[in-house]
C-alpha cells in the first residue's frame, strides 16, 4: 500500500513554469513506477508521463514532449513534473499515480494522489 500526495499546482501565465512534486508514502515508491496524468473538465484522463522505478525509462506524451520532465528522488520517495513553456491546453488537475510498470494507460496504475490544480492563462 502507498499513498500519493501531490504538490505545486496553481495558477501561471502562458509561457510560465511549474513544479509538481508527489510525495509517496507506505510502501517505499522506489518499488513502483511512477505516472503523471491529466483531466481537464469533460475530459478523459490523459498521460503525460511515466518513469520507471530506476529511473532508466522515460517516456511522455507528445503534447508535452520537449516542454515537461519526470524526474524522481528514490532517496526522498518522491516524484517530480518540472513543467515549462506553459499553455492554456495545458489547463486541468494533474494525478500522480504507482504502479508495476511504467505506461501510458491509466488502469495500468494502481495507486493515485488526489490531484493538484494546475491553470494557465493567456
Known amino acids: 500500500q502507498v499513498q500519493l500526495v501531490e504538490s505545486g499546482g496553481g495558477l501561471v501565465q502562458a509561457g510560465g513554469s511549474l513544479r509538481l512534486s508527489c510525495a509517496a508514502s507506505g510502501r517505499t515508491s522506489s518499488t513502483y513506477a511512477m505516472g503523471w496524468f491529466r483531466q481537464a473538465p469533460g475530459k478523459e484522463r490523459d498521460f503525460v508521463a511515466a518513469?520507471?522505478?530506476?529511473?532508466?525509462?522515460?517516456y511522455y506524451a507528445d503534447s508535452v514532449k520537449g516542454r515537461f520532465t519526470i524526474s524522481r528522488d528514490n532517496a526522498k520517495n518522491t516524484v517530480y513534473l518540472q513543467m515549462n513553456s506553459l499553455k492554456p491546453e495545458d489547463t486541468a488537475v494533474y494525478y500522480c499515480a504507482a504502479g508495476s510498470l511504467a505506461l501510458s494507460v491509466s488502469s495500468s496504475y494502481d495507486y493515485w494522489g488526489q490531484g493538484t490544480q494546475v491553470t494557465v492563462s493567456l
Open positions: 518513469i520507471s522505478r530506476s529511473g532508466g525509462r522515460i
